[in-house]
């Protein structure tokens, strides 16, 4: 009999999938830029409807970092993986897809997909009045306020509106009407907030959760909004033909501090 040990079997090695991806981190997170780039991912969504992923959204110059995504229980299984952003900032991620763009694309090109993404400890909250509004800013781990943060807010061209800083409670008073724009891309106002080496933002159309409407407090866009007050007082309401009515106009509006009459 032939008592020699059998060799044991060989084990094949798989090479575990990855998805190729880029991601561009806003140099200096300056607001002018983050809304350059708010604005060109909405454009490439809307420029690529038709036949959406079929381009990337960066150009040469961009000089995005080249990085694969890891898929570690393999290439059928559904899981969520993070995508590793080292540093605080504001960041433009795509990733590339042969598979899906096969199954999906026109022209079975690699399909890519977009998003952003803000690195922060920050939540900047935004309440806008007609005389005054609010900037109040709290930590993302500890729901804390963040005192002495500096705060700018900019229309959607960036033009600086107005900028301060927090208060030891985290907010900052903006005593002073913003006027509206006719500048609504990527939204009409660009809110920022900045403490040591962190930085975070807000934009005014993002009111979802919490709006107005829900509690039956009365809204307008405020394109068109100003509180103003229109009331008639008829002499009498039972009129015949021929007869001559008599009114009284009141023209009033909502300030801060109450009702005064309109100008």
């Given at each position: 009999?032939?008592?020699?040990?059998?060799?044991?079997?060989?084990?094949?090695?798989?090479?575990?999938?990855?998805?190729?991806?880029?991601?561009?981190?806003?140099?200096?997170?300056?607001?002018?830029?983050?809304?350059?780039?708010?604005?060109?991912?909405?454009?490439?969504?809307?420029?690529?409807?038709?036949?959406?992923?079929?381009?990337?959204?960066?150009?040469?110059?961009?000089?995005?970092?080249?990085?694969?995504?890891?898929?570690?229980?393999?290439?059928?299984?559904?899981?969520?993986?993070?995508?590793?952003?080292?540093?605080?900032?504001?960041?433009?991620?795509?990733?590339?897809?042969?598979?899906?763009?096969?199954?999906?694309?026109?022209?079975?090109t690699p399909m890519y997909v977009t998003a952003s993404a803000l690195v922060t400890n920050m939540a900047v909250h935004f309440k806008r009045g007609s005389e005054s509004s609010l900037v109040w800013v709290t930590t993302l781990d500890k729901a804390q306020p963040v005192a002495d943060a500096a705060i700018a807010v900019r229309n959607c061209s960036g033009d600086l509106l107005w900028q301060g800083k927090t208060d030891a409670a985290g907010r900052a008073r903006i005593d002073k009407t913003i006027a509206a724009s006719n500048c609504y891309r990527p939204a009409e106002l660009f809110i920022s907030a900045r403490h040591g080496d962190d930085m975070s933002f807000t934009l005014s159309d993002w009111t979802g959760g919490i709006q107005p409407w829900r509690f039956n407090f009365p809204t307008q866009s405020p394109r068109y909004r100003n509180n103003a007050l229109l009331h008639t007082v008829f002499d009498r309401t039972l009129l015949m033909a021929g007869d001559t009515v008599h009114m009284k106009h009141f023209a009033r509006r909502h300030v801060q501090r109450g009702i005064e009459l309109a100008a």
């Open positions: 009999p032939n008592n020699s040990t059998p060799p044991s079997p060989r084990r094949a090695t798989i090479a575990t999938p990855a998805v190729n991806g880029k991601s561009f981190r806003v140099v200096g997170n300056d607001d002018a830029d983050i809304l350059k780039w708010l604005s060109r991912v909405k454009e490439h969504e809307r420029d690529n409807w038709e036949n959406p992923g079929a381009t990337s959204i960066f150009a040469r110059d961009d000089k995005p970092a080249a990085f694969e995504l890891p898929k570690p229980n393999g290439a059928q299984a559904f899981e969520v993986i993070g995508i590793p952003l080292k540093k605080p900032g504001f960041y433009v991620v795509e990733l590339q897809s042969p598979k899906l763009g096969a199954a999906i694309t026109r022209d079975k």
